[in-house]
């Protein structure tokens, strides 16, 4: 431990403090709480705006591309919808105090496993005054103190919007403290080493960005880097629903990271299907890149290795040939980085075959990977995509900002009656 | 990627193709396989037992310690224990495929979350020969692949155990691949690298070992480092109780990491129940180190800094006389290792406030810690105790060798029919 602690060390340590009294709050306080900060974020409405349109100015001279601008800009039906959102998650079931096992070890001898806070989360952003009504109100409802730093351009929209948010928690229970706003970049660095007080971070930006953040820290990280994603057309699927599929998990939004990437199409299809999808994502503006089984069957550039391995996150798709529902799976094996897999068949023991085979967050038959989604679930919140291995993966809700403990209650139990010679059994008789 | 690949970076990858198809594999299959397993080691006793009593030689010519010696020896008793336990796994309910969440997003597109296991678990551990045959069993029912790394000195037993394990498993339909024993120190560096082809890291050893495994690796890692437990005598404490549950607690296995290691007296009752558990701790030969006022009223060592953050693993006890449970909290949440905190009282609110407040994966009430244990728990297995603030946290049974993913399955649904002007809303109907 350093003699002297840095001025951060010291704010986490307090933030860390006042989480500690957060998670001791019921669900009506903290519910409360999240009404009072909608309340001060409506109040301080024309301020938030103004301190925006100083960061949008800053941002316009800067020469900021439109795609981040457009986050960047706060406009007043935006932040309406923003302040709605606190108020929709405090609206949601409360995800602590949920007891998920209870059981009878022996008379009088009762176990729980009941949900409780993390702890502290470190919520690392873009340019996005939103993600920090958003942020704040999720780690309110879980119980969870909470360290954000957003994207510079943003820096006094971000602190307009912190100050409404203390203003709120002032007249609540929760401890505004609970709550802190980091204004320097320098500060990310040093945040990321802090495992002793941060429990969660949770990244949200560029691939390279949650990378960066996933290479730099032994804090978990809630999140994805990477979002290539598959469709597979199997020789037995109904072709229409093919070409819907394929336009929609394009283009309905193609920077998301449920997007496709690579279209695998069976060989047995492939010279009926592949002039029809082609025409049809050739009018949406999406260029192809195929094989070349693919370029003989209808003009398109030729892919490269590169291809498969790219998320292009635009209008671009690669397509490849494939000789079987063995070789699909085989590349999706290679190339698929867990995110969202999908097929397209009619034939059920393809698709169960399909569903159980491909080790990814989301594997789905006959619709758009662009349902991966924590909102489409019905999740009500949705905190990241995971695509670790182990839980949470896939869309992640409250959920995944709460841990459980055991709570043992006895009557002067112990060990010793249950070991050795003349041990009493355990009832293990679920309640 | 390195243009030629070790040799261990060969068989990781032989062992993750063979745990793809093991874990396409049903209950039965797998079940099976473990029948044939235990079949196979009751068929190679003479064998084992004679590569064991080389290994124990050896290690009694080099002086291993009895405590280690004790774990390597392999009795027929034991290694029928050891074959039982197989057959125990078998009988386990089965964790793959239980079906989590399955709700309909909409008409005819039904969402599901299913368990599938995790894909390769590296397991290291100390010369103990019966860890072999837990960890393959528990593998092989929760259809991962495992790579093995026993201590040296159990080499020649986890040889011939393994031996038998892949006849067995070359007469059953899970590929004896799927489970492989690496014999030399160095390549558990190597293995710590491979994230890409492991999936979990189990550490088996001292606090030490574990520690050093946590620091050198990106894998995750299932298990602790540190077993540091209290607990706190109230001032409405039932003595009775509270005695012999601080002797149980400290003496009924010492080692283990569910012991207690310092004993929080609240200032109300020492000068009653002081003497009284000190009389009862010495008579079980447990040394005691005190804070000044435990030492004042009754003669032991007096206790310093180190004491409290020392896992003694031994019949070492320290006391420290708290004003209040504020204090006893406290002291718990600078020193505790979130492992397991107990609170003995008769007093309801108290009790409550403990269980509610500390952060620890086992909080107990008027029993003692040496409940927190996965077979205990009714688990009927236990992989590890995490003591991590994300789930899995606590005693770990097959569950934390699983994880789920999403399975969504449509009829042609595409996410443009719920978007933008005449939307259609989810329904999110739980089936």
Same mark, same amino acid.
């Given at each position: 431990m350093p003699v002297t602690e840095s001025s951060l060390v010291q704010r986490v340590k307090a933030v860390h403090e006042c989480a500690r009294l957060l998670a001791s709050l019921d669900a009506a306080a903290r519910n409360q709480a999240l009404e009072a900060v909608a309340v001060a974020l409506e109040a301080a409405t024309p301020e938030i705006l103004a301190a925006n349109r100083t960061d949008c100015e800053q941002a316009r001279a800067n020469g900021l591309t439109p795609s981040l601008y457009a986050r960047l800009e706060l406009s007043p039906s935006k932040l309406a919808a923003a302040i709605a959102g606190v108020r929709q998650v405090a609206a949601l079931p409360d995800p602590l105090g949920q007891r998920q096992l209870h059981r009878q070890l022996d008379d009088g001898l009762i176990l729980s496993r009941v949900t409780c806070?993390?702890?502290?989360?470190?919520?690392?952003?873009?340019?996005?005054?939103?993600?920090?009504?958003?942020? %704040?109100?999720? $780690?309110?409802?879980? *119980?969870?103190? !909470?360290? =954000?730093?957003?994207?510079? /351009?943003?820096?006094?929209?971000?602190?307009?919007?912190?100050?409404?948010?203390?203003?709120?928690? %002032?007249?609540? $229970?929760?401890?505004? *403290?609970?709550? !802190?706003? =980091?204004?320097?970049?320098? /500060?990310?660095?040093?945040?990321?080493q802090l495992e002793e007080w941060v429990d969660l971070i949770i990244p949200r930006g560029s691939n390279e960005f949650v990378r960066y953040i996933q290479n730099n820290t032994r804090i978990p990280v809630l999140g994805h880097a990477d979002g290539l994603?598959?469709?597979?057309?199997?020789?037995?699927?109904?072709?229409?629903?093919?070409?819907?599929?394929?336009?929609?998990?394009?283009?309905?939004?193609?920077?998301a990271c449920n997007a496709i990437e690579t279209l695998l199409v069976h060989r047995g299809i492939a010279d009926e299907f592949l002039p029809k999808v082609a025409a049809a994502l050739s009018q949406a503006g999406v260029e192809l890149r195929g094989d070349a089984l693919a370029c003989h069957l209808v003009p398109m550039t030729l892919a490269s290795e590169a291809d498969w391995t790219t998320e292009y996150c635009d209008l671009i798709l690669a397509i490849k040939v494939v000789a079987n529902l063995e070789a699909a799976l085989e590349h999706i094996a290679t190339y698929g980085s867990g995110h969202t897999e999908a097929i397209v068949t009619e034939n059920p023991a393809t698709a169960e075959r399909f569903l159980q085979d491909v080790d990814a967050a989301n594997v789905f038959h006959n619709c758009s990977t662009r349902f991966a989604d924590g909102f489409r679930y019905g999740f009500g919140?949705?905190?990241?995509?995971?695509?670790?291995?182990?839980?949470?993966?896939?869309?992640?809700?409250?959920?995944?900002?709460?841990?459980?403990?055991?709570?043992?209650?006895?009557?002067?139990?112990?060990?010793?009656?249950?070991?050795?010679?003349?041990?009493?059994?355990?009832?293990?008789?679920?309640?």
């Open positions: 806070p993390l702890g502290v989360l470190g919520v690392i952003f873009e340019a996005r005054p939103d993600a920090v009504m958003q942020i %704040a109100a999720l $780690a309110i409802k879980s *119980g969870n103190g !909470a360290i =954000l730093k957003g994207g510079q /351009e943003a820096s006094r929209s971000c602190q307009a919007i912190m100050q409404a948010i203390q203003q709120g928690l %002032a007249t609540s $229970a929760v401890p505004a *403290g609970a709550i !802190a706003l =980091l204004m320097r970049r320098a /500060e990310i660095t040093e945040l990321l994603c598959h469709l597979y057309v199997d020789v037995a699927a109904d072709l229409d629903k093919a070409i819907a599929i394929t336009v929609d998990a394009k283009t309905q939004y193609p920077a919140a949705e905190v990241g995509i995971s695509t670790h291995k182990l839980p949470p993966r896939g869309p992640v809700g409250l959920e995944g900002l709460v841990t459980y403990k055991y709570q043992l209650v006895g009557d002067g139990h112990i060990v010793a009656s249950y070991s050795g010679d003349g041990a009493k059994p355990f009832q293990h008789r679920d309640l």
